[in-house]
């Protein structure tokens, strides 16, 4: 591969992440912290970000070794990687805003299982080389965060009628406290989904 | 918290705190294999068992932990067991029953990956459990998350009969009936006080 190619296809990779094959609304990959942290926008940031973190780190450090790890114990292996980069995170977090680690909770410690991570590491940074791997992290990873904002934020702006904690509506704005409880984080992704589906529906209508 | 009922526990795990629907663990083999009824009784049985193993060694190993101070490897030991425990599983099933273990296809080994079963191991220790309480609560949550897989089947074996729109067919469809049903165990809300 010449060095343009090799130049064009690790941008790909990158802006693959983003939109085309975005893992929340296009691969449906990574659904619980999506669900379960998007309540306020400023919660899904975070956890968008500690995921972006892992993702990135375990892509480099799992394509690093590749031709390292037998076949038959890849996954332990991965998994092993993972949770050693979650741990870090964790105790991260911790130090850096004890609220925030109390308001995320038992889900950055289950940022282990988001298959997101694993399906990257699998499918994509034990079968090709570090830049690469590292341009897939960061994309996959920054249209994870994407999603989480878009989720976040309308599930904040319609629940309490704030984003990231400033006032937007008057007084008289009645909250949809169904969209901060359990059931709005269904609704919410659905409606993104169908939203997604409708535009790519669309896109091929017009071809 | 030690000294909540076994029942209490129970019916906490099972129905007001549903782990599929209240705290969204393990949605993706909810959504994978929701669409026939028979693989997601069969799915709910794999995932009761190895969260009751898994409890059971989470306990253990984070006693363990305690003892020689390495609070900082609980997630990384965590992890291995479910792992172990799901291989085992995968083998045993596939020796039993090749049907079966056709079926469930990818998401047997993903088990791994089911976020409700290292959330329950995580959860049972930040609530400081002593084992019978372990017990009870991984037997609720599998409950539970049987109830929410096989509900969330019958819903959706009844919709394949009906005329949806195109754009709705799939996962949208599917995460729609899962917050209606979300609705619905919220009313369970203050039952197991």
Known sequence: ?207 | MTGDPLWAIFVNACLINNFVLAYFLGICPFLGVSAKMATATRMGGAVTFVMLVSSTCAFGIQKLLVAIDAPYLKLISFIAVIASTVQLVEMFIKKMSPGLFRALGIFLPLITTNCAILGLALFQTNKGYNFVQCIFYALGAAVGFTLALVLIAGLREKLELARVPDVVKGTALALMLAGLLSMAFMGFAGLGG
């Open chain 1, 1 to 207: 591969m010449s060095q343009a190619s090799g130049q064009k296809s690790s941008t790909n990779e990158f802006i693959k992440g983003l939109w085309k094959e975005n893992p929340v609304f296009v691969q449906v990959l990574g659904m619980c912290p999506v669900l379960a942290v998007t309540n306020t926008a400023r919660n899904a940031l975070a956890m968008g970000l500690a995921t972006l973190f892992v993702l990135l780190m375990s892509n480099i450090v799992v394509s690093a070794l590749r031709r390292f790890i037998p076949k038959q114990v890849r996954i332990a292996t991965f998994i092993l990687v993972i949770a050693t980069f979650v741990t870090v995170v964790d105790y991260l977090i911790m130090a850096i805003s004890l609220e925030l680690h109390k308001a995320l909770g038992a889900f950055i410690s289950l940022i282990v299982v988001n298959c997101l991570i694993l399906g990257r590491a699998e499918a994509f940074a034990s079968k090709n080389g570090m830049g690469r791997s590292i341009m897939d992290g960061l994309g996959m990873g920054i249209g994870f965060v994407f999603a989480l904002l878009c989720l976040g934020a309308v599930r904040e702006i319609l629940g309490t009628g704030e984003l990231f904690g400033l006032q937007l509506f008057h007084d008289g704005f009645q909250d949809w406290v169904v969209m901060i409880l359990p059931s709005g984080g269904f609704f919410t992704l659905a409606g993104w989904l169908l939203l997604f589906n409708w535009m790519k529906k669309r896109k091929e209508g017009a071809r």
